[in-house]
C-alpha cells in the first residue's frame, strides 16, 4: 500500500502524484472487467482470471500486480489472486455496500471529462460531451446513473432517521430522490412512515421498479416533475441531498423556498451535500466540486455557513448541521 502515498515535496513524490490517475484507472478497469466478482468464490491464477474474464493476456500479470501493490488483490504463496478483504466487500456486485455502481459511473462519466480539467478551469464551462437532459432519453446510460446515485446514498438513511429520533413525523418527501435508494432506507426502520420521491418523469419506471423489488410499492409514491417548475408535494420530511451541489446560489436559494413551502409547519428539511470547509482534510470534496464544474453549467460544492444563511433567508426557524457518512455534511432545516 506504501507505493501508493505521494509526496508533494520531492520530484519523486510528485512524479507519483502526477501519475495516480493510472491506479484510478486500473481499479475502474478492474470494475468494469467484474474481476472481484470473478474472485468472490476463491482465488484464480492468471490464466484462470484470463480465460474467464475474456482477456488477450498481454499486460494482464502486470495489470494484476498493480492491483496487488494497490492493496485491491492479495497474492498467493501459489501465485494465484484473491481479493483483498476491503474489494471483497466493497466491489463484488450485489453485495450490500458495493460502490462499483458508483466506481462504474465514475469510469462513464467522469473519467472522460477530467481529460478536459485544463479547458474547465480555463473557461468555467462544463465539458461534459452530453448534457444530463440529452442521458435521459438514453435507458443504458441512466441506468447506469441511477446505480452511481445508489452508491451515493449507500447507508445514509441510518444516521438520517438518528438525526430524526424524538421529532413526530408521518411523511418523508425525497426531492430528488432518483429510484429511492434512501427513501428505502428511511423506510425500512418506520413502519408507519410514507415516503415520496420527487424527480423527473424519466425515473418513474426506475422507481417502481425498486419499489416493488423491496415490497414497498404500497407504502410510497412518485411524483414526476421539475423542481424548478413544479411545486413540492407536502411532507412532515422533505430531503434535498446531493441537489443543492448541481446548481449555482440563485438556483440554491429558490429551491430551499420551495422546500419550506412544502414541508408541513413544525416539519424539518434535512440538506446533505459535500460541503466545504467542516472537515480536516477537504480533498475528497473539492474534488467533489471540480466534479460539478466539469458537468453542470453553474454547480460546485459550498459551505455550511452559505447554506444555513440561505435557509433562514427562506424562513427556517432553526439551521444546525452536522457530519454525515465519510464526506457529507447535514444541515438540518426546521420550519418553526
Ligand atoms: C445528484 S442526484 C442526487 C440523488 C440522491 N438524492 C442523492 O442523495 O445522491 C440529482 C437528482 O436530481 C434529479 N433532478 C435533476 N434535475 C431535476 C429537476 N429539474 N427536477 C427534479 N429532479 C431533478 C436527478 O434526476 C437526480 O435523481
Same mark, same amino acid.
Not at 93 to 99: A, E, L, N
Not at 176 to 180: H, K, S
Not at 243 to 247: K, P
Given at each position: 500500500m506504501s507505493s501508493t502515498a505521494a509526496d508533494a515535496g520531492t520530484a519523486a513524490g510528485l512524479l507519483r502524484l502526477g501519475n495516480q490517475f493510472c491506479d484510478a484507472k486500473a481499479l475502474l478497469t478492474a470494475v468494469r472487467l467484474d474481476l472481484f466478482g470473478a474472485l468472490q468464490h476463491g482465488p484464480a491464477s492468471t490464466e484462470e482470471l484470463r480465460q474467464r474474464l475474456g482477456l =488477450? %493476456?498481454?499486460?494482464l500479470s502486470d495489470f494484476l500486480g498493480l492491483l496487488a501493490a494497490l492493496g485491491l488483490l492479495c497474492r498467493d504463496a501459489d501465485g494465484r489472486f484473491r481479493n483483498a478483504e476491503g474489494a471483497d466487500r466493497c466491489l463484488?456486485?450485489?453485495?450490500?455496500? /458495493?460502490?462499483a455502481g458508483f466506481l462504474t459511473g465514475a469510469d462513464v462519466n467522469l473519467y472522460p471529462v477530467y481529460g478536459r480539467l485544463t479547458d474547465a478551469v480555463r473557461?468555467?464551462?462544463?465539458?461534459?460531451? %452530453?448534457?444530463f437532459t440529452g442521458m435521459l432519453d438514453d435507458p443504458e446510460a441512466l441506468g447506469g446513473f441511477v446505480r452511481m446515485m445508489d452508491g451515493l446514498t449507500q447507508g445514509l438513511g441510518g444516521e438520517l432517521s438518528a438525526v430524526l429520533e424524538g421529532i413526530e413525523y408521518h411523511s418523508v418527501l425525497d426531492a430528488? %430522490? /432518483?429510484?429511492?435508494h434512501l427513501l428505502g432506507q428511511l423506510l425500512a426502520d418506520h413502519d408507519g412512515l410514507t415516503g415520496q420521491v420527487f424527480d423527473l418523469p424519466q425515473m418513474e419506471p426506475f422507481f417502481h421498479a425498486y419499489m416493488a423489488e423491496l415490497g414497498l410499492s404500497g407504502r410510497t409514491s412518485f411524483h414526476p416533475g421539475d423542481f424548478f417548475r413544479d411545486p413540492l408535494p407536502q411532507a412532515d420530511v422533505i430531503v434535498l441531498g446531493h441537489?443543492? =451541489?448541481?446548481?449555482d446560489a440563485a438556483q440554491r436559494q429558490e429551491l430551499l423556498d420551495k422546500a419550506y413551502r412544502a414541508v408541513s409547519p413544525g416539519g424539518t428539511v434535512l440538506v446533505y451535500d459535500r460541503?466545504? %470547509?467542516?472537515?480536516?482534510?477537504?480533498t475528497e470534496n473539492l474534488v467533489a466540486s471540480l466534479n460539478m464544474l466539469l458537468v453542470t453549467e453553474g454547480g460546485g460544492e459550498y459551505s455550511a455557513e452559505d447554506v444555513t444563511e440561505q435557509a433562514r433567508r427562506a424562513g427556517f426557524s432553526s439551521v444546525t448541521d452536522r457530519p454525515l457518512a465519510d464526506f457529507d455534511t447535514l444541515v438540518i432545516c426546521r420550519k418553526g
Open positions: =488477450h %493476456g498481454r499486460g463484488v456486485p450485489g453485495r450490500p455496500g /458495493c460502490v473557461t468555467g464551462k462544463p465539458q461534459a460531451d %452530453g448534457d430528488g %430522490g /432518483c429510484r429511492g441537489i443543492l =451541489h448541481d446548481w460541503m466545504l %470547509g467542516r472537515r480536516a482534510d477537504d
